[in-house]
């Protein structure tokens, strides 16, 4: 939880859906704003004004959200799909269920499905999309794939997509804001992003040595 005490960070900690409390908030003085940081992995979903931010290399991540009642949200996954189906997971825990939203198929379910929990409708989704860098020459190209994977993903739930950032060389930093549809992007110059570089290869080299398991506790 974010140690920052300000008092609007306070008071969206007090607000805060139960399962995002973990997500490190902070105050964003120059947009006077709420930023939720989300990392490989995770995702966010608001009814508030809070914005959601993260960096991206080859990961993905969908902004989505409900434009008639300005909720919504973001992931930011590493992997395009498992054939594991959602009814075979055990989403015991906030760790079981980075294990799973790690692929792009579970990150997507689990955040379109927080947003219509909280009251929004399927018919309203937009999305945003960014990242899938080939950041480094050497690399896979797990990049592309992501890309191709949420395009797919999307036109099959019939969810419009409003905007993209994708591809290329570069890195990005995105800031998103649900409650109306804004989204901000900067890349990065690739050359000196060790940090981001290191992030995803040690994310994609532990995920790789976990299973989504089925028999792991539930709910």
Known sequence: MSRDKHPMVQACMAKCLPEFSH????????????????LPGEFYMTTGNVAIATT??????ACIWDSRINIGGMNHFMLP?????????????????????????FAM????NEILKSGGR????????????????????IGQRNI??????????????EGT????????????????????????DNLHNDTIVKRETDYSSEIKKKD????VELF
Request: hydrophobic share 40%; with cysteine.
């Open 81 to 105: 799909a498992t054939d594991k189906e959602a009814h075979e997971i055990n989403w015991g825990s906030r760790d079981k269920i980075a294990d799973a939203t790690r692929y792009g198929n």
């Open 56 to 61: 991206l290399g080859s990961c993905i991540s």
């Open 122 to 141: 399927r018919a309203n989704l937009k999305a945003k999309l960014f990242g899938g860098g080939k950041i480094l020459k050497k690399m896979s190209n």
């Open 212 to 215: 989504v398991d089925g028999d």
């Open 109 to 112: 379910e689990h955040l379109i």
């Open 23 to 38: 997500i490190n908030h902070y105050w964003d003085k120059q947009r006077n704003i709420v930023v939720a940081k989300i």
């Open 165 to 188: 950032d994708v591809g290329d060389i570069y890195p990005r930093k995105v800031l998103f804001v649900p409650h109306n549809g804004r989204a901000f992007v900067k890349r990065l």
């Open 148 to 161: 191709d994977f949420v395009f797919n993903y999307l036109a099959q739930e019939g969810i419009k997509i």
